[in-house]
Structure formats: structure tokens, C-alpha cells
């Protein structure tokens, strides 16, 4: 068996193999509700074989969205079709993960494809339009450039402590949905990634300065949703392992983070990168491997390597050097959704054990076919 589809344990929860589906903003819902496009995008990513599918960037609240167009976790009414999500996935034999987020200032901006600026109330209302001023650790914009970029209004004691609980109250109702792994965002330039960053994050209070004080509102997060989170379910956490920009959030500050998270209960970390104006990325085939391999050796974690993945052979050599523990596409799963599949029987697979029942004709195409030799009658 290969590294790739070697089943793997966290806490009580033991996915079939190591490939993972990223979370992927679809921004089409409505008032957070997940819907019939969110069942099928996602559950062609169960029949295809991944081990643990996440959904995308989920608001702790109304005011935490990227866009009017993200789910939400913030009212119990959004759990039902979420659980409808989740027992699909598992029906396939997936595990189902949900990435809770705050956008922060990069919150309340357009969804491209809709040119809200061109339509009437009522076609504004048919596709759930809102619009709200963005709240940060501090009252600067993301893109001073970019006008969907508003400025956001500082975050108080007060605001600080009301976040702290949203996400506690979205994790408990991502555990009535019945999802195995709850994901906390705190990358790509999002709310807790500007509590990070110096580049975003100019208090001076006990949540700025410092590095010690910026991962401050991280950890209170991660230790309160670890406390409601039940122990037998795994945590995971998404960085920006770096800012790519050298006043930002550096490789070490995410090891230096990535061990306080263990500490709490975290038990693997996602590993991204980027998410801010002026950032300079190098954004190759593989770039993200090695901010993986630093935060694994590092912090002594579990790790997600993503970004620009796709190459079955390479996936496979990511594993076994040592480099992440887990392999997860976001792209290049919406271009092979049956990718898992694929990368099965490239890495040497014979049987069709991991396909659904319901697809069986295509062993027998490829018999006939000679496309891969067969153990089994």
C-alpha cells in the first residue's frame, strides 16, 4: 500500500487514506445556508475516493463572511443542511471537516460573478445581497488601492470577547451537524491571520505588539473551542505560514505558534501561505511543501501540505520524505474531482475497492481495455 492511501488516526477519527479536499469558498449561499450546490460540489469529492473533505471558510457570524454569498454557523437553522452534507459524505466512506472563519476587514466583498452594482433590489434580493462594514484589530484597509476593500472598524474588549464565544458556538453546532474535524482559520489574511501579522495587526494592547500578544487571540480560540470540541474529535488549525512579505509573519512565528497549538489540543496544521496586499509569492508547482515540512519538523505536528499539488508520484514522495502527513487539493480537485481514484491506481492499486459500487463498470472498461493488470477475478 502506499503512503497516500495508508489509513491514518487522529484522536478517534481514522480517515481511509491521506488525501484531502481544502476548503474552497463556492459563495452560493444564502444567509448561510448551505444548499443542492453545496450537496453535489462536495459529495463528488466523497465519491471520489478523498479521505477527509473540508468545507470552505464557514462565518462564525453574519459579519465574519467573505461575502453574502459563504455559509454561516452562526444561527442553529444553518445546522440541518449541513448535516445533510455530512451524511452523504460519510455514506462514501469520507470524513467530513468544516473550516470555521472570520474574514475581518477582508469581509463584505463582492462575489465577482454577480454585478451587484448594475442590478435592481429585487435581483440584488434573488441572489442574498448584503453589505456591512468590516471589523479588524485595527481601522486599516486591506487594499488601500482596492475599493471592495472598506475600512474596517477596530475590534474592542468587548468585540474581542463576543468573537471568542462565536466560535465556540459555531463549533458546537458544527458537532450537532455531525462533522469529525472542526478546521480554525487563521490564514490567508482573514481575521485571525490580521491578529497575527504585524503588517494588519498596529494595537497596542495586550492583542499587538509583541508576537507573544499577536498569537494571543489565536490561542484563546483555539483553547475554547478545544474545550467544547469534543476530546475524541480531531482539531486542526490553517496558517499563513508566511506573509511573504518581509514585515510580515515569518516561517519561525508559525513554528513558534504551531507548538503553543499542540500544546492546546491542535492536532494538525494546515499549512498555507499568503493573504496580503503586497505580498511577493512564488507560486510554483509544490511552493507550499516546504512551509509543511518546517512547521512538521519544527513544532513536532501532523501536517497538510497544499498548493499547486496534483503529481500522483510527487503526492506519494511528499509522504514518504517526510515532508507533510497529508496531501490536500483545492483546484485540483475541482479539475479531478476523482483524483483520490486516480492517484490510487498510479501509485500501483490493482483492485477498485475504493470506487463506489455504483461506478463498477469502470473496472470492467479497463479490463477490457488492458489499462492495468488485476488481482482479483
Known sequence: MSALFSPVTLRDLT????????????????????????????????????????????????????????????????????????????????????????????????????????????????????????????????????????????????????????????????????????????????????????????????????????????????????????????LLVRLSVSDWHPDGWQVEDSVALSRELKALGVDAIDCSSGGFDGAAINAVENYQVPFAKAVRDGADIPTMAVGLLGDYQGAEAILTNGEADFIALARGALDDPNWALHANHDLGATDYDLWPVQASRVSSRDRSLGLRSFSKA
Open 15 to 234: 480517515l481511509r487514506n491521506r488525501t484531502v479536499v481544502a476548503p474552497m469558498c463556492q459563495y452560493s449561499a444564502q444567509d448561510g445556508m448551505a444548499n443542492d450546490w453545496h450537496l453535489v460540489h462536495l459529495g463528488r469529492f466523497a465519491i471520489g475516493g478523498f479521505g477527509l473533505v473540508i468545507l470552505e471558510a464557514t462565518g462564525v457570524t453574519a459579519e465574519g463572511r467573505i461575502s453574502y454569498g459563504d455559509l454561516g454557523l452562526w444561527k442553529d437553522e444553518q445546522i440541518a443542511p449541513l448535516t445533510r452534507i455530512v451524511d452523504f459524505l460519510h455514506s462514501q466512506g469520507a470524513a467530513a471537516g468544516i473550516q470555521l472563519a472570520h474574514a475581518g476587514r477582508k469581509a463584505s466583498t463582492p462575489v465577482s460573478w454577480n454585478n451587484t452594482a448594475n442590478m435592481s433590489e429585487a435581483e440584488k434580493a434573488a441572489v442574498g445581497y448584503e453589505h456591512w462594514t468590516p471589523v479588524a484589530p485595527s481601522a486599516l484597509a486591506h487594499s488601500p488601492s482596492d475599493a471592495s476593500f472598506q475600512t474596517p472598524t477596530a475590534l474592542d474588549d468587548a468585540g474581542i470577547k463576543q468573537l471568542i464565544s462565536d466560535f465556540v458556538t459555531a463549533a458546537k453546532r458544527a458537532d450537532k451537524a455531525g462533522f469529525d474535524t472542526v478546521e480554525i482559520h487563521a490564514a490567508h489574511g482573514y481575521l485571525l491571520n490580521q491578529f497575527l501579522s504585524p503588517l494588519a495587526n498596529k494595537r497596542t494592547d495586550q492583542y499587538g505588539g509583541s508576537r507573544e500578544n499577536r498569537m494571543r487571540l489565536v490561542l484563546e480560540i483555539t483553547a475554547a473551542v478545544r474545550a467544547v470540541w469534543p476530546a475524541e474529535k480531531p
